[in-house]
């Protein structure tokens, strides 16, 4: 019969149970078996990401392979830097974007908007939005033509179904409520329409 040999703690094996180092505010901790902790933040760098507004609310869905390892320099926590690192993935690395996403703790809608506020403003455009009244959604105008078509050729469709078409066709996530007013919009514009508004 094969003895089985009893596993020695951590610090039998020359692993460190303590921090191993400190590197811009977050402490890295060994690596049992190939499972990467996640590393602690510290109560400084907690509160100047929080008010940079790039504190990450889920720094636990990032898996990504550079935010697993022990470099300290990719650090889960900082929003930014990780909605960066996945758009660079994706743009320099043609790596898909669902994929992507996902790998980064993110959706496939939400890469794109990444991608349009960095286009737009650069990292600081990666910062979560400023609380406050939310604006109306302006809709191009080939997104509103596509809206008006569908509402015409399917008088009985819904304003949710509307919103999912643009999901897939456009990569826009809009409420159906901003899709209501929209049509409504171009009604009293004097657009042609047939059939009634569009239900929720």
Known sequence: MRRVQARRP?????VDTAASRRHNGVSIYPVDRGVPLMPKLSDDKRQALRAQR???P???????ELFQGTN????????VQVKYEMLRR???NQRPVVETARAFGFSRPIFYQARG??????????????PGPRRRHKLKPEVLEFLQQAWAEHPGVGARQLAR???KRFDLQVHPRSIERALRGRAKGGHSRTGPMPRP
Do not use: T
């Open 117 to 130: 506020a960095f286009e737009a403003a650069g990292l600081p455009g990666l910062q979560r939005q400023q």
């Open 165 to 167: 078409e643009l999901q």
């Open 72 to 79: 300290p320099f990719f650090d889960p926590h900082d929003l």
């Open 58 to 64: 889920h720094p636990e869905r990032v898996s990504d």
């Open 90 to 92: 994706v743009e320099q």
């Open 10 to 14: 951590l610090s039998q094996r020359g």
């Open 54 to 56: 790039a504190l990450h």
